[in-house]
Each structure stands twice: as structure tokens, then as C-alpha cells.
């Protein structure tokens, strides 16, 4: 069964729809293994619509708001055409993310700093209409501080170096990663952002993260997806939340919290 924790799963399911458009037909059904998401404990769902439409097809995005009871986290690149889409679809919340068609997946952060002319009036749009806006960026200062800069309400912190190097075992870049992560996660949420982190994570780099005491939520897709393929979807989940709740259950709010519950019932 699922494990609660402090820190919210958001599940990608842009890979079930890679696997669907291999063959050119309508299955896997990316809004079933939402659905099946959903029942075992995710918290909420997210989908790139990209502009090639390379896996999530826009009918999959009017399904998935239409159909699943749970908050549709739309990742977009920052055209007018992804915007227009959003302001139509009104998911619970967009992630801007960069987007170049040569690439195989998302190759780093969004240069909020260099880009905050173009993206401002974006953010606006999206937020005065009542969407919660995320920025997916490198943990760097002048990112973070440009998102504050714009409105955005939440940031989400770019982990793939880290990944890499972790699963290189490279100790020493995988340390200085990580630490990076830690300082630029404290910035963000004393800069009144929420915080949250995806891309590359497995069961061991997301409890790794979920023991920052700042981040909020985690957003996960290839390695669960992958790892349905031999132990079903709900199960790969599953094991996921119990990662993510070993990581969160030594962050040090927690233990405050634990602690101060046990002295109140001495």
C-alpha cells in the first residue's frame, strides 16, 4: 500500500504515451495508467505537451483534465501556443520548461534570468488566470532569484546532474550536486517559493532529496515507468512513496515535530 509523506509524488506519464505512439495506435492508454496512478497513491499527475507532439498528444491533456480526480501538472515550453493551451485546458498548475526538438529529454534548466522579458508576461497570464506557475531551473541563485523576480510561486529544481553523477559513482561531483541542491533549495523557500525537484530520479536520488526539509514535491516518470514493466505500475509506486517517506522521515522539521509530540505526551 502506499506510504504518506510530507513530500507529494507527482507521477510523468509522458513515457506510456512513447510506447503507445511506437505502434501508432491507442495503447498503452497514458490516461489508464493515470488513472491506475491515481488509485495507488500518487499525488498528482504531470505531462509534457511538446511542441512535435513526440509522446502526450493534445487530446491526451482534455482527457486527463476531463477524466482523472487528481491536479494535471502541464509541463510547456513558453510559446504562445502552449499558453494559449493552458489559458483553454486550465490545468492545476504549469510547468515551464525549456524545449529544443533535437533533444531526447529535457537537457537543463530554463534561463529564467536570461529569458525574463519573454517570460514574465507568460507567468502573468498563467497566474492571473488562476494557474500555478513552476519554473524548472538549474539550482543557481540568479535562476531562483529571477523566478521570485516574476511571480512565479514555485520553482523546480533541475536534478539530472546530480543523477548523472550518482549513477556514474561519481562520489565527489555527486556530493557537490547534491550540496548545490541543498543551498539553492533553502534559498528558494526563504525567497517565499515553493519547492520542488524532478528529472532522473530514482528510488535512491528521490530519498536522497525528499530529506531537504524545503521540498514539497517531487516529480517522477521514467524510472517508474520503466520499472512497471517488471513489477506493474501500483508496485513500482509504491516502493516509490516508501522511498520518499525513508528520505522525508529524516528531515529536521520532522524530527522537531516527532519530538515535540513525544515530550507533550510525557
Same mark, same amino acid.
Given at each position: 500500500?502506499?506510504?504518506?509523506?510530507?513530500?507529494?509524488?507527482?507521477?510523468?506519464?509522458?513515457?506510456?504515451?512513447? !510506447?503507445?505512439?511506437?505502434?501508432?495506435?491507442?495503447?498503452?492508454?497514458? #490516461?489508464?495508467?493515470?488513472?491506475?496512478?491515481?488509485?495507488?497513491?500518487?499525488?498528482?499527475?504531470?505531462?509534457?505537451?511538446?511542441?512535435?507532439?513526440?509522446?502526450?498528444?493534445?487530446?491526451?491533456?482534455?482527457?486527463?483534465?476531463?477524466?482523472?480526480?487528481?491536479?494535471?501538472?502541464?509541463?510547456?515550453?513558453? =510559446?504562445?501556443?502552449?499558453?494559449?493551451?493552458?489559458?483553454? =485546458?486550465?490545468?492545476?498548475?504549469?510547468?515551464?520548461?525549456?524545449?529544443?526538438?533535437?533533444?531526447?529529454?529535457?537537457?537543463?534548466?530554463?534561463?529564467?534570468?536570461?529569458?525574463?522579458?519573454?517570460?514574465?508576461?507568460?507567468?502573468?497570464?498563467?497566474?492571473?488566470?488562476?494557474?500555478?506557475?513552476?519554473?524548472?531551473?538549474?539550482? +543557481?541563485?540568479?535562476?531562483?532569484?529571477?523566478?521570485?523576480? %516574476?511571480?512565479?510561486?514555485?520553482?523546480?529544481?533541475?536534478?539530472?546532474?546530480?543523477? +548523472?553523477?550518482?549513477?556514474?559513482?561519481?562520489?565527489? =561531483?555527486?556530493?557537490?550536486?547534491?550540496?548545490?541542491?541543498?543551498? $539553492?533549495?533553502?534559498?528558494?523557500?526563504?525567497?517565499?517559493?515553493?519547492?520542488? $525537484?524532478?528529472?532522473?530520479?530514482?528510488?535512491?536520488?528521490?530519498?536522497? !532529496?525528499?530529506?531537504?526539509?524545503?521540498?514539497?514535491?517531487?516529480?517522477?516518470?521514467?524510472?517508474? #515507468?520503466?520499472?512497471?514493466?517488471?513489477?506493474?505500475?501500483?508496485?513500482?509506486?509504491?516502493? %516509490?512513496?516508501?522511498? #520518499?517517506?525513508?528520505?522525508?522521515?529524516?528531515?529536521?522539521?520532522?524530527?522537531?515535530?516527532?519530538?515535540?509530540?513525544?515530550?507533550?505526551?510525557?
Amino acid at each position: 500500500m502506499p506510504v504518506k509523506s510530507p513530500v507529494r509524488l507527482g507521477l510523468n506519464i509522458d513515457h506510456v504515451a512513447t !510506447l503507445r505512439n511506437a505502434r501508432g495506435g491507442a495503447r498503452p492508454d497514458p #490516461i489508464e495508467a493515470a488513472r491506475v496512478a491515481v488509485k495507488a497513491g500518487v499525488d498528482g499527475i504531470t505531462a509534457h505537451l511538446r511542441e512535435d507532439r513526440r509522446h502526450i498528444r493534445d487530446e491526451d491533456i482534455r482527457r486527463i483534465k476531463a477524466e482523472i480526480a487528481a491536479p494535471l501538472n502541464l509541463e510547456m515550453a513558453a =510559446t504562445e501556443e502552449m499558453t494559449g493551451i493552458a489559458l483553454v =485546458t486550465k490545468p492545476h498548475a504549469c510547468c515551464i520548461v525549456p524545449e529544443r526538438r533535437e533533444e531526447l529529454t529535457t537537457e537543463g534548466g530554463l534561463d529564467a534570468a536570461g529569458g525574463e522579458d519573454h517570460l514574465l508576461p507568460i507567468v502573468k497570464r498563467l497566474v492571473d488566470d488562476g494557474i500555478r506557475v513552476s519554473l524548472f531551473i538549474d539550482p +543557481e541563485p540568479r535562476q531562483i532569484e529571477a523566478a521570485a523576480r %516574476m511571480g512565479a510561486p514555485v520553482v523546480e529544481l533541475h536534478t539530472g546532474q546530480y543523477c +548523472e553523477a550518482w549513477l556514474a559513482r561519481d562520489e565527489a =561531483t555527486a556530493r557537490a550536486e547534491l550540496d548545490r541542491l541543498a543551498k $539553492a533549495a533553502t534559498l528558494a523557500a526563504s525567497a517565499g517559493l515553493e519547492v520542488h $525537484a524532478g528529472h532522473g530520479l530514482d528510488f535512491e536520488t528521490a530519498k536522497h !532529496l525528499a530529506a531537504f526539509p524545503e521540498i514539497r514535491e517531487l516529480n517522477i516518470g521514467h524510472v517508474i #515507468i520503466g520499472e512497471a514493466i517488471f513489477i506493474g505500475l501500483s508496485e513500482a509506486i509504491w516502493r %516509490m512513496r516508501a522511498a #520518499i517517506a525513508k528520505g522525508a522521515s529524516k528531515r529536521p522539521d520532522d524530527n522537531a515535530s516527532a519530538q515535540q509530540q513525544q515530550q507533550q505526551q510525557q
